[in-house]
């Protein structure tokens, strides 16, 4: 065991025997620890088949809340991992590789976000939930994309807000809300990278298709959606759908859970560019492998652990979200 070498590396290197079927062990080793895994939609489809439970990184937070297990594995990225130890203070949290960072939420840095709240004073700070513990307990209120516009909306039309920091999200809000929020300047790398150009071509060659778009892309992305919507929420319009054929715009590890689903319905993943043969992959999310999940499990490390002043700071965010959603009916 080289504790030097895993923690310069973010993840435990210990060499795994060949032969073993990691999918039987990581079984055995949860059930022996009396652990839960945790699949993002947006992880490899390896890693969606084995886990717990699958969803948006909130919902997978909440969850792991309601269980009783003594570990969970938040296979996701590093702030996915914070919100569960948010919610779960008294669980261990792990996570498969430490590098598996999010571009949103680094286009974000406390500090810095902390000087522009600073620099805005009786502004109401609204915080989309891609963001570190450190964002969000300098936030008033958190939202996820399902809920963003009602949680916006519940503000009178008159409140100064502040919203962060999905620039495209938050442009989206502004449109269909007629809301004027200041708007942090982030972006998610991957939604930033749909070409409009190349749904336009797809939409040629697939002119039935339903065209499904993350709110966190682009403008002109937007524009071309019959549906716009969170993760979850295109999964549920697939799933309803009358329509038999989608184009995708959203990070492509969404499609096996579409897939499974519907297996009857055909799901074309949106490019990154003109070449339509290409997925529109998060490289962070990709970090994460059974092989990684494995080791994890058993040496229990890499572990995520939040500073109790902060924690309890930034659960509050998510709570005043929680008891807004309540009283929408959400």
């Not at 993760?231 to 096996?256: P, Q």
């Not at 490289?283 to 890499?302: D, I, S």
């Amino acid at each position: 065991m080289n504790k030097e070498e895993w923690t310069k590396n973010g993840y435990v290197t210990e060499p795994i025997d060949k032969h073993i079927d990691l999918k039987i062990e990581i079984n055995r080793l949860k059930k022996e620890k009396n652990a839960v895994i945790l699949g993002h939609y947006y992880q490899p489809d390896d890693i969606q088949e084995i886990a717990d439970f699958t969803g948006d990184s909130l919902a997978l937070a909440q969850k792991a809340s309601k269980t009783d297990a003594d570990i969970i594995i938040m296979c996701g990225v590093h702030f996915m991992g914070e919100t569960v130890k948010i919610l779960c203070p008294d669980k261990k949290v792990l996570i498969p590789d430490l590098n598996a960072g999010c571009s949103l939420a680094d286009s974000c840095q406390a500090e810095d976000f902390s000087r522009f709240v600073k620099d805005h004073p009786g502004y109401t700070v609204i915080s989309y939930v891609n963001t570190s513990a450190a964002v969000k307990a300098v936030t008033d209120v958190v939202v996820t994309s399902t809920n963003a516009r009602q949680i916006v909306e519940s503000f009178p039309v008159n409140e100064r807000i502040i919203f962060g920091p999905d620039k495209n999200l938050g442009r989206y809000i502004n449109a269909i809300t007629g809301r004027n929020m200041l708007l942090w300047n982030g972006a998610c790398h991957v939604h930033e990278r749909f070409s409009a150009q190349n749904i336009i071509e797809l939409k040629r060659q697939y002119p039935s298709a339903a065209v499904l778009v993350h709110p966190e892309c682009k403008e002109e992305v937007v524009r071309l959606a019959d549906k716009v919507a969170s993760t979850a929420g295109l999964l549920k319009y697939a799933v309803s759908s009358e329509n038999t054929v989608f184009i995708v715009a959203t990070e492509s590890g969404i499609l096996y859970e579409m897939r499974k689903k519907c297996p009857e319905k055909i799901f074309i993943p949106a490019s990154p560019d003109s070449d339509i043969s290409k997925c529109n992959m998060c490289n962070f999310m990709r970090l994460n492998t059974l092989e990684k999940l494995y080791n994890t499990l058993k040496y229990e490390w890499p572990e995520i652990n939040v500073d109790k002043s902060v924690s309890e700071k930034a659960v509050k965010s998510i709570y005043r979200m929680l008891d807004i959603s309540a009283s929408l009916g959400l």
